[in-house]
């Protein structure tokens, strides 16, 4: 039988980026706030200082900061005529663990949604028709605009002291920004990042070619900075360990660096580690939460009482604990009815090899997880989709990560996969390529959607979540578009001797990376029949549960989600905060 502890006000499962911004603020506001936390706890000190952090082995491939699939995985199928197996390794996708969550592991590329990704329904079907949608796409307008939401953009912007050029001021445009970027309230807070050679080399091409390349935006800080909360922030130096790494510098923007600090001093504010939630516990009746069941380090069961639960864990976990908590009308392809898992997207990702000359040195080893040159010309509906028959796009870009030698040894196609000619051209290579990723948006359909498993489960004896998905038709039409135009720039640019474009196809597989930015299963809407949540990131069924994340995102627009994220993180609690507080119940009505 569980041990109840005393009842706290607020119950926060996850101690990533919303888990922290919310559980801050509601403590500040004088609520009792307990976090909890599967993982352990991590810090910028001791935890991630050089030479022990500088560890390839131990973090990009032995996943120290990711979800421990031995406990808790994933089972994966294309559809539903195929049986679902379980993630052994982490490839698809890297769910962060332990205390700041992916925050942590994160690269820092740092995007604002555009204000039709908003809109997306209504926008497209406005412009093109509504034929430009395929039947099986269930894609969906958000219950909020743009405009509403900046505010909270920019208050996330200046927590993490963003970095970059701003291309849009209130309307005025910016010389040396991003010319298609909505407008903003203010500049970034930090200017942008330094350009390695070879984004420097696509930028130069790109230009020639009629578009209109920028250095990306960056949650590296470029110079020292002390951010919303007072706290101090460092200057990048380029080191290279960010992708899956934690930041020794405190450059990188992490919950533990920006917020975390902060919210420990208030003393109604608790983080508990070691604590893997299991469900929400309800009411008989199933209209309210009474608080939260979870395993502690020593395995005990703990019931843990609360008048507010707000699921913060890695986005698609959230909807797993809506699943195993009951919360909820699960999805069925079938019938099309149902909300729970629905709507789940990866991210479309394609990319352009492209191969020097030996005289033109690359050094992969000088950048950092968010260094790049980027073009929108082909995002969001910057250009006419109307000649091309699919919804959506995405950014192409150079971004120089790192060349760590386990995971970075490029060699063209046709050699072989080891040996000495393996050898010879790593050799040859490994200063003398480079990547053109082309990052695009995936749209939901019918038959991409989350579920419990009903066969494999987890340490504790819970069915693991089912990831059911395939790209739709207008991706593969999309990537294929996308991917062409990053071919034509990657053969305009200096030095290259020979490009190998890889436009996505299906099958979707679960053993190679795409990107971390998993959405949607959890959608928010105006709709209790397409959605899961309002606009608030309230249940419409359980009132006092709020989900955050990228699981309420009702398709993936294509740009990283963590700036959508902190947005709407801070316009969850505001409401809350406001309204809810002070009269408890709906607050849209259903």
Partial sequence: MAKTLPAVDVAIVGGGW???????????AGQRVVVLERGEARWPSPDFQGPYVH????YTRRHELH?????????????????????????????????GGAGNHWSGAYYRFDPTDFRLRSHYTERYGAKIFDPELTCQDWPLTYDELEPYFDRFDYLIGASGQAGNIKGQKQEGGNPFEPWRSRPYP??????????????????????HPYVQPSALCTR????????????????????NFGCEHFAKASPQVCILPVAMKLPTFEIRTGAHVLRVELTPDKKRARG????????????????????????????????????????????????????????TTSGVNLFFDESVNINPFMGAGAVAVTM??????????????????????????????????????????????WKKAVKRYYNHAANITITGSAQPWRGGYLSLDPTYKDAWGLPLLRVTYDFPDNDIRMSAFLTERGDEIGRAMKGVTQTEPGPRKRPFSATVYQSTHLTG????????????????????????????????????????????????AYWIVEKIKADYLRSPGRLVSS
Avoid at 227 to 234: A, K, Y
């Fill in 18 to 28: 919303t888990g922290a911004i919310i559980g801050k603020e509601l403590a500040a």
């Fill in 55 to 58: 560890d390839e082995l131990k």
């Fill in 67 to 99: 979800q421990n699939a031995a406990t808790e995985t994933f089972t994966f199928r294309n559809n539903t005529d195929q049986k679902a197996l379980p993630m052994r390794r982490w490839q698809f996708a890297y769910p962060g663990t332990h205390l």
């Fill in 190 to 211: 930090n200017p942008p990042m330094k350009v390695p050679y070879a984004p420097a080399l696509f930028g130069e091409a790109a230009r020639k070619l009629g578009y």
């Fill in 224 to 243: 020292p900075y002390v951010n919303s909360e007072g706290l101090h922030m460092s200057a990048c130096v380029y080191c290279g360990f960010c992708s």
């Fill in 292 to 347: 939260v069941t979870y395993v502690d380090a020593a395995g005990a069961e703990i019931f843990q009482p609360a008048e507010i639960v707000v699921l913060c864990a890695f986005g698609i976990n959230n909807v797993r604990l809506l699943l195993l908590s009951g919360i909820g009308q699960p999805y069925d392809p079938v019938t099309d009815k149902g909300v729970v898992g629905r709507n789940y997207t990866h991210q």
């Fill in 376 to 421: 929108d010309d082909f995002s969001a509906d910057n250009f006419d989709h109307g000649p091309h028959g699919f919804v959506g796009g995405g950014y192409l870009q150079i971004q120089v990560v790192s060349g760590a030698p386990i995971g970075f040894h490029p060699t063209p196609k046709g050699t072989p996969g080891w040996g000495a000619e």
């Fill in 521 to 568: 299963g959890a959608a928010m809407g105006s709709d209790p029949a397409t959605s899961v949540v309002n606009r608030y990131g309230q249940s419409w069924d359980v009132p006092n549960v709020f989900v955050t994340g990228a699981a309420l995102f009702p398709q993936n627009s294509g740009y990283n989600p963590t700036g959508t994220v902190g947005a709407t």
